[in-house]
């Protein structure tokens, strides 16, 4: 079945810095590749996805890349900021599957004031 | 967007007894629910996938008699956590894909469930 691994496991950036985390999957089938940003206690809220027909997706300060032959796929968040602070996760997805979302181990942010 | 709909929110249980957890889709038709485990500081592990008008296929190690899993119609899906013991505490949430041509997934807002 789909593997998914997520690094870093925490990451601390100063206000106004870049974050980026990186994850790779295992199944080739997988098409669809969201991030989720969860705070305490609360669901998984959908922030960006991508499926496998494109290789890169923007929405302001948010940037997803996706690399089909290697397997990997990339949350970029720019100009962050402290609200930006919360677990990210990445999933990955495909009909062979069942559509079953299987996630990466999460990453902490804490972005500094 | 769709709305996903789980209760109870929280609930605190005697060791031993059952709880039920609901999940209601409200504005949409969901064949196949997930549902999912989370542990303090980790990520979210699927359980099971719950099927209308079928039996759940679960995911390896989970154990299918513990946790039942019915789902009876095309809006609801329950999980029910029978004899509970503390080390089933955790967080509790179950998803459905809105459309399966797009991947998408809504969640519940989850369980917290507490075994004392």
């Known amino acids: 079945g789909e593997n998914v691994e997520q690094h870093p496991s925490t990451l601390s950036v100063q206000e106004g810095d870049s974050a980026v985390i990186k994850c790779t999957y295992s199944d080739s089938a997988s098409n669809y590749f969201p991030w989720y940003k969860q705070e305490l206690g609360k669901r998984p809220q959908l922030i960006i996805d991508i499926r496998s027909n494109v290789g890169e997706k923007k929405d302001q300060r948010i940037a997803v890349t996706l690399n089909k032959t290697a397997k990997h796929f990339s949350l970029h968040i720019t100009e962050t900021q402290p609200e930006d602070s919360a677990v990210y996760f990445c999933a990955a997805s495909g009909k062979d599957s069942s559509y079953k979302l299987i996630f990466g181990s999460g990453t902490r942010l804490l972005v500094r004031p | 967007g769709a709305v996903v709909s789980q209760h109870p929110s929280r609930v605190i249980c005697k060791s031993g007894t059952s709880v039920k957890i609901e999940c209601r889709s409200l504005?949409?038709?969901?064949?196949?629910m997930f549902w999912y485990r989370q542990f303090p500081k980790q990520s979210l592990m699927l359980m099971a996938t719950?099927?209308?008008?079928?039996?759940?296929?679960?995911e390896q190690g989970v154990e299918k008699d513990k946790f039942l899993i019915n789902h009876a119609s095309l809006t609801l899906s329950t999980l029910t956590v029978t004899s509970a013991h503390p080390e089933d505490s955790s967080f509790y949430i179950c998803?459905?894909?809105?459309?399966?041509?797009?991947?998408?997934?809504?969640f519940g807002q989850g369980t917290r469930l507490t075994v004392v």
């Open positions: 504005d949409f038709q969901a064949t196949t």
């Open positions: 998803s459905a894909p809105l459309n399966f041509d797009r991947g998408e997934a809504f």
């Open positions: 719950s099927n209308e008008g079928s039996k759940a296929t679960y």
